[in-house]
């Protein structure tokens, strides 16, 4: 399989760019935000939870997008891999994750990350708001507390990764077309894919 940890702060580009991937790969998406998002727009209990929190610009319970994830990775399980976005976001979800895939005889294959400055970061998301309506894009000190959060507690990842030597990092200012030629670039090496998507030879 090929599992992708698609890494980067609020902004970084990671929902355009896991578009373009999962078309070219084949692999299922799994953004905790857009499940999270469905959560509020179908009511349930979980999802008013989460939106106090991501209204505030706060992470929710690692213990929810764990769950989150793992019923997700059951309901797939004979994709060709997977497009993790927006998780792992903390050391405890990374390890968690680790032994999911390890349950099911699978690992990451690599975690390539999105590098965006706060002040870029920070003017993206506003126009996003503007464009999306999405209540957390809109406010700049919800934005500061999202950014805030990545670097205390998402960015620290980078060296987890690292110790695993699955870390890649890719600029992720330029044109969406250059910036997937770079990402796909560092998946071809990883996966010893060459240039052609359709061989399977995924194996972790
Ligand atoms: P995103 O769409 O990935 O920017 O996520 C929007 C909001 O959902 C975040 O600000 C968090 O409140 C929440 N969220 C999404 N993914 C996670 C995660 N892996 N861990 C904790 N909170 C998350």
């Known amino acids: 399989m090929l599992n992708i940890v698609l890494f980067g702060p609020p902004g970084a580009g990671k929902g355009t760019q896991s578009e373009k991937l999962i078309a070219k790969y084949q692999l299922i998406h799994l953004s905790t935000g857009d499940i999270l998002r469905g959560e509020i727009a179908a009511g349930t209990a979980l999802g008013l939870e989460a939106k106090k929190l991501m209204d505030a610009g706060t992470l929710v319970p690692d213990g929810v997008v764990i769950g989150m994830i793992n019923s997700k990775l059951d ?117 010893n894919l060459g240039s052609n998507p359709s061989h399977k030879v995924l194996d972790n």
């Not at 690599?110 to 965006?116: D, G, I, K, Q, S």
């Not at 980078?158 to 030597?165: G, I, L, R, S």
């Not at 330029?174 to 910036?179: A, C, V, W």
């Open 75 to 191: 309901q797939n399980k004979s994709s060709k891999g997977f497009i993790f976005d927006g998780f792992p976001r903390t050391a405890a979800q990374a390890r968690a994750l680790d032994k999911l895939l390890a349950d099911k005889n699978t690992a990451i294959t690599l975690m390539l990350a999105l590098e965006v400055d706060d002040e870029e970061l920070t003017k993206r998301l506003l126009l996003r708001g503007k464009a999306s309506g999405r209540a957390d894009d809109q406010n700049q000190d919800i934005i500061r507390n999202r950014i805030k959060e990545y670097n205390n507690k998402t960015a620290p990842l980078k060296n987890y990764y690292t110790e695993q030597a699955k870390f890649q990092s890719v600029q992720g200012v330029g044109t969406i077309d250059e910036i997937f030629e770079n990402l796909c670039g560092k998946i071809n090496i990883s996966s």
